[in-house]
């Protein structure tokens, strides 16, 4: 009897030890590092995190394979031993596409199973040849019924890929997670919801940007947990996408570490949607946290937290800025926490100012 249980133990370790990388996924504590900002890998304190971000590989539209520019080679390819002597237990993952990425060439790549194929894997061989954990999917976004269809495949795709390579290699399963629209639907196009639950081991839910100079001729909050009156929020895109299948623990909130500025068109109507004349301090007014804290240290402008948006403001003369501050993280923490959502992350490392929201979020989520 003893004999035949070892024999048993013998032939279910590699499934056991597949199936805890693959099930009962770890709270998600994230962020991502973006290779634009310039913020140097070797800073980033990776004690407050357990995942992190590598941002962001790029698609190349003619062989559909995933590549890096030459100019970001060595700090991806080092970036896992880099961040990992301080926290040898976070995960990393390589992160592909982004908002400057053309999405015309993720359609064409996921439109034919032979390019699909290219892309999937050649991002396995880039992942493990640069030691990454993961591999992250930032398609921004599919625009027709039939691109979120073949999304679907891709990433069913994607997943088998993964669990055959592991299976082959006998290393863990790369984790594989997608960055997704704030809502479960892309306006009215919905995401393909099985494949997402059945491939992904998470999404992160982009909820921010609502609100910004660029789209919006009034000021308003530009990551707002909740907005009343309105399906613009956190809040309600979370709900969306468990309503739509999608389970809590799947489910990572985003929030950003960095706000938006605007000018006033009266500088006496400085509230939530006053008029404004278009961007400030920046011409996109886009300002991460650090350079909004230099702003309100050198200006001593007036200080808002507005809990019931959950949503931070400042204001002098006709200079109007909305961002998340410490109130604003620990706040949406707390309601990640307490709705079981499988975690946070923060768009981006560089932004923030001396770890302050890094530290807070968590310390919030806490161990």
């Known amino acids: 009897m003893a004999a035949k249980l070892l024999v048993l133990l013998l032939f279910s370790f590699p499934f056991l030890l597949q199936f805890r990388f ?28 357990t995942h992190l971000f590598c941002a962001f590989a790029d698609l190349n539209s003619q062989t ?3 590549t890096v520019a030459p100019a970001n080679q060595a700090r991806f390819s080092s970036f896992t031993s880099t961040v990992r002597p301080r926290n040898p237990n976070v ?9 400057s990425s053309p999405p015309a060439a993720f359609a064409s790549m996921a439109s034919q199973a032979s390019s699909r194929k290219s892309f999937i894997d050649s991002s396995i061989s880039l992942a493990r040849s640069y030691n990454f954990d993961g591999l992250d999917l930032d398609w921004e976004y599919p625009s027709t019924q039939t ?3 073949n999304l679907g495949l891709l990433l069913n795709e994607w997943k088998t890929a993964l669990n055959n390579e592991s299976t082959v290699t006998r290393r863990a399963r790369l984790l594989l997670s997608a960055a997704v629209f704030r809502n479960s639907d892309y306006y009215t196009l919905p995401y393909p919801i099985p494949a997402i639950r059945n491939s992904l081991d998470w999404i992160n839910v982009m909820a921010y940007d ?14 707002a947990l909740y907005n009343p009156g309105t399906q613009v929020s956190g809040d309600y895109g979370i709900r969306s996408w468990i309503r739509s299948g999608i389970p809590a623990n799947k489910l990572v909130l985003g929030f950003p570490f960095y706000g938006y500025a605007w000018r006033l068109a009266n500088a006496n109507n ?24 230099a702003f309100i240290a050198q200006n001593k402008p ?46 981006h490392v560089g932004a923030d100012d001396n770890w302050s929201l890094s530290r807070t979020a968590s310390q919030t989520w806490g161990s």
């Open 64 to 66: 559909n394979r995933v």
């Open 302 to 347: 007036v200080q808002v937290y507005n809990a019931t948006v959950v949503s931070n403001y400042c204001y002098g003369g006709t200079t109007w800025i909305g961002y998340d501050d410490t109130q604003s993280i620990r706040a949406k923490v707390s309601y990640a926490k307490q709705n079981a959502l499988l975690g946070y992350f923060a768009w």
């Open 22 to 49: 693959s099930a009962g996924q770890n709270p998600v504590r994230a962020a991502y590092w973006s290779a634009v900002s310039e913020f140097p890998v070797s800073s980033i304190d990776s004690t407050l995190f």
């Open 270 to 293: 400085n509230g939530f949607f006053a008029p404004t004349s278009g961007a400030a301090i920046t011409p996109g007014g886009d300002l991460g946290y650090g350079r909004i804290r």
């Open 210 to 223: 609502f609100y910004g100079p660029g789209w919006s001729n009034v000021t308003g909050p530009p990551a």
């Open 147 to 149: 691109e979120m269809n």
């Open 91 to 99: 995960k990393t993952l390589l992160s592909i596409g982004g908002g």
